[in-house]
């Protein structure tokens, strides 16, 4: 499974980012895929999950914020991020079952 994200920048507080992550390879058991973050000098984190099936999950800190889904084809996940605060600039990962591991995009809240 290969999987690329895409989508981060720059972005002022209060403004908003979707993130992609497009999985190529085996896809036929890609799920649960999830997005992770890791800030300068923190231990990644899981900031939202989503099933086979649909189901998603999300960090205290992003529910309400953020939101996950996906493409018709399933293969590609996306990472809605609304009222962005400076505590959420991290490189974020797309992860495969924990297992498989994109190469991180970087998200960066600052005025």
């Known amino acids: 499974v290969q999987l690329v994200e895409s989508g981060g920048g720059l972005v002022q507080p209060g403004g908003s980012l979707r993130l992609s992550c497009a999985a190529s390879g085996s896809i036929s058991s890609i799920y649960p895929m999830g997005w992770y973050r890791q800030a300068p000098g923190k231990e990644r984190e899981l900031v939202a999950t989503?099933?086979?099936?649909?189901?998603?999950g999300y960090a205290d800190s992003v529910k309400g914020r953020f939101t996950i889904f996906r493409d018709n084809a399933r293969t590609t996940v996306y990472l809605q991020m609304i009222s962005l605060k400076p505590e959420d600039t991290a490189t974020y990962y797309c992860s495969s079952q924990g297992v498989y591991w994109g190469q991180g995009t970087q998200v960066t809240v600052s005025s």
């Open positions: 989503i099933s086979r099936v649909g189901t998603t």
